[in-house]
């Protein structure tokens, strides 16, 4: 056996409509639904991140990388390049990429995305829920005794 056989060439295993298909190939877009749970996943891994120490710094530095690889997709999704998303320092871009739906026809980034089926569409409802709980939990836990410590502190 030599190395040009072709048992020896590794060639990554990808399996259609999973996590490893939307982030490790560049030959797919990403609808609004799909680029909601990978938003409200990556919500949730930084708020684990916060807590990791130094460890979390390179935690955080992973979930932007996926993050600009998903969005990328997204905007290629709308039929745009994807040099747009040196827009999403502004406010509210996220947010109009959620709302915008995409091409339905194939364009030059590829077919147009499946639909996706329902256990996909149960993990986005349920991701995007816990990242709203914690929200909200991180409000009344965090932001509401921290306003009245300060203002029993400077007598308001």
Known sequence: MTTDDPAWKAEAVVLPGSMTELLATNKIRVNRRQYL???????LGLQ?????????????LGLLAIYVNVTIKRVHDLGLTGWFCLLLGLPLISLILIVLPGSKQENRYGPPVKPAPMKAILYCWAVSLLAVAMLIAYYFLIVVPAWERYRAASGF
Do not use: D
């Not at 749970?37 to 919500?43: A, D």
């Not at 684990?48 to 955080?60: E, I, N, Q, S, W």
């Open 37 to 43: 749970s990978v938003i409200c996943s990556n919500y």
């Open 48 to 60: 684990l991140a916060a807590v990791m120490g130094p460890l979390g710094l390179f935690v955080m």
